[in-house]
């Protein structure tokens, strides 16, 4: 079975709980990589996006609802300078940007879990865990990254008050990364 599942949980944190995070995981894992996303989210059914990073860029979908814990992804890579292409090749197919997000993006690699923290324009201090498995395995693997957060001493962000900030962020974005 391939692995296309990404498990994923993530919460608020503040700016103090941020840095003490960084100071952890420099200390008891390895930095995979620091990276600058600027990524739109199109006004589709389906949860399509682009994205440009230090690395490149990507299409980039995922199936599922906005907040789940475990979601089907698929991503084509491609290269940075492709990315104003793509904005444009999706707007002749009639679809608009609906959100664009301006993120900060430190990730290790912490005993075999991905570990992001996050400094997102406009929106906040994020971490996120997140493991790659297959349908039969996913819910194990949401166990574990519960754990792992709760050994974080961080209590997870309820989907609700994602869905409420993400709502808001969503009616004023623009204004929220001027």
């Known amino acids: 079975m391939s692995e296309n599942i ?3 949980i993530r919460s ?7 840095e003490e ?12 990589k620091e990276d600058f996303q600027e990524t739109h989210y199109f006004d589709c059914e389906q949860d399509l ?3 440009k990073n230090n690395l490149g860029a990507k299409i980039w979908l995922k199936k599922g609802k906005i907040h789940d814990d475990a979601r089907e992804e698929i ?9 104003d292409e793509l904005g444009k090749l999706f ?9 664009k997000w301006l993120r900060e993006r430190k990730q290790f690699n ?5 570990a992001c923290l996050d400094y997102t324009k406009g929106y906040g201090y994020i971490i996120e865990l997140e493991k790659k498995t297959d349908k039969e395995h996913e819910k194990e693997i949401l166990i574990e990254l519960k754990e792992k957060l709760n050994q974080l001493n961080i209590p ?22 001027e």
Not at 21 to 32: H, V
Not at 110 to 114: A, F, H, S, T
Request: charged share 35%.
């Open 156 to 177: 997870l962000t309820s989907k609700e008050e994602f869905g409420e900030r993400f709502n808001y962020y969503k009616e004023n974005w623009r204004r929220l990364i």
């Open 49 to 51: 996006r682009i994205q």
């Open 75 to 83: 991503e084509i890579f491609t290269e940075e300078k492709s990315f």
């Open 12 to 18: 608020f944190i503040s700016k103090e709980k941020y």
């Open 21 to 32: 995070l960084i100071k952890f995981f420099n200390e008891n894992s390895e930095l995979a």
């Open 91 to 99: 707007n002749e197919l009639g679809y608009r940007v609906e959100i």
């Open 110 to 114: 912490w005993n075999g879990i991905k």
């Open 6 to 8: 990404e498990v994923e």
